[in-house]
C-alpha cells in the first residue's frame, strides 16, 4: 500500500475569500455548479468588515465607530453582547455619510470585562470584541 502525504505551508499573508473561491473553481471540480458560486458572490460583498473601526479599546463609557462609504444610507443594527451571551445593549442606526458616530451614555452601567460588538448591515456582519475597564 502506498501512503502519499501532501504537505502544506502555511500562508504568509491572509488570503481573500475571493481569491479562494477562485482557487477552488480553477483546481476543484465542486459538486456546487458554477449558477450556484456566482450566485453566492453576488450576493455577499466580501470586502465590507474589514473596513469597520471602533476605538479606543477598552472603552470606559464610550466608543467611535468608524463607518466607511460602503456602509451608509442602510439601517444597521448595532449590538453589544456578553460573555454569557446576555445582549447588553442594542440600537439601530443609519449613517447618511462616512465619518466617526460617538456613542456615549450607554455604558456606565456595565461591568468592566469582555463584550462582543456586533454591527449588521445588508450584506454582512462583523463581530468584534471590545475591552470595558
Request: no cysteine; proline share 7%; glycine share 0%.
Given at each position: 500500500m502506498l501512503w502519499l502525504w501532501h504537505v502544506t505551508n502555511p500562508v504568509d499573508?491572509?488570503?481573500s475569500d475571493a481569491a479562494l473561491i477562485k482557487f477552488c473553481k480553477e483546481k476543484y471540480d465542486p459538486?456546487?455548479?458554477r449558477s450556484d458560486w456566482e450566485e453566492i458572490e453576488s450576493s455577499f460583498s466580501l470586502e465590507l468588515p474589514q473596513e469597520i473601526n471602533v476605538y479606543p479599546n477598552p472603552f470606559s463609557d464610550h466608543f467611535?465607530?468608524?463607518i466607511p462609504e460602503a456602509w451608509i444610507e442602510q439601517e444597521l443594527t448595532l449590538s453589544l453582547v456578553d460573555i454569557t451571551g446576555r445582549m447588553v445593549w442594542?440600537?439601530?442606526y443609519i449613517f447618511p455619510m462616512p465619518g466617526v458616530q460617538n456613542f456615549q451614555n450607554y455604558f456606565d452601567h456595565l461591568s468592566p470585562g469582555t463584550?462582543?460588538?456586533q454591527i449588521t448591515g445588508k450584506k454582512a456582519t462583523v463581530t468584534l470584541p471590545l475591552q470595558k475597564y
Open positions: 499573508e491572509p488570503v459538486v456546487i455548479r467611535n465607530l468608524a442594542e440600537t439601530h463584550y462582543i460588538f
